[in-house]
């Protein structure tokens, strides 16, 4: 339990590091002597090495890490094509509100990507992919993903939002508060997701074992033949 907690910390520590302290700083110095459109691009640089960094060392080759890597390559080119720093956040916001729009897709044709990703997480612990997902999709744990999913939109709305208003309200000098108020909101949102996922195992846990008693319960006990 302690090496738990001492390895959130160290995570939580580098997340600071690369995705805030970094960037931050690479924005505050690096905006008169290079600009403000260069200091930008080099300020998401710290974030996209911790993202791969963390790809390779968790060995992310699933839906989850597919993702991840392909969001951070399409965010890393609409960064680079954005040619301003104003241009380059409101490409960010669109961007943002396109997957959160993939999102609300995904809830109406009931695929949510929470599911996929509880899917490659059960993986990792052993567990086949067919047989989770087919767990998964019953009635009784299928509607805690929807909400996941829903939780998935509401972030992606909350993150648009904060941007647009800092930008709207105080410019392009409001970026580095962007990087510090989002960061908070990914925890805050990270965390809600976490205790959601939490309590969906627990859900798991008992239809699993209301199954087996089910399924015990129907086995007879062969009858005994007596000469």
């Known amino acids: 339990m302690a090496n738990n907690s001492q390895s959130n910390k ?23 002597p290079l600009g403000d459109y260069a ?33 951070m390559l399409i965010g890393t080119t609409v960064d680079l094509l954005s040619g ?8 960010n916001v669109y961007l943002g509100l396109f997957y959160t729009f993939l999102f609300v897709i995904l809830f109406i044709v009931k695929q949510p990507i929470s599911l996929y990703i509880a899917v490659d ?15 998964f999709f019953q009635k009784g744990i299928f509607r805690w993903f929807q909400l996941i999913q829903i939780v998935f939109i509401i972030r992606g709305l909350v993150m648009a939002g904060i941007t647009v208003y800092l ?12 990087l510090i108020y989002k960061r908070v909101a990914v ?4 965390g809600i997701l976490t205790g959601m ?24 006990e062969p009858e005994v033949v007596t000469e």
Request: glycine residues 6%; aromatic residues 22%; proline residues 2%.
């Open 10 to 32: 160290y995570f939580i520590f580098l997340e600071l590091l690369f995705y805030v302290v970094l960037p931050y700083a690479i924005w505050k110095f690096g905006r008169e």
């Open 39 to 71: 200091a930008m691009l080099l300020s998401t640089v710290p974030g996209i090495i911790y993202t791969v960094y963390r790809f390779a060392k968790d060995r992310q080759f699933n839906v989850t890490g597919l993702f991840i890597l392909g969001s």
């Open 84 to 91: 301003s720093a104003e241009q380059m956040i409101w490409n």
């Open 121 to 135: 997480f059960a993986y990792l612990q052993g567990y086949s992919r067919k047989d989770s997902k087919a767990l």
């Open 167 to 178: 930008l709207r309200k105080f410019g392009i000098d409001s970026y580095g508060d962007m």
């Open 187 to 190: 925890w805050v949102f990270s």
């Open 197 to 220: 996922f939490f309590y969906i195992s627990v859900v798991v846990q008992k239809y699993t074992k209301r199954l087996q008693e089910k399924n015990e319960q129907n086995i007879k």
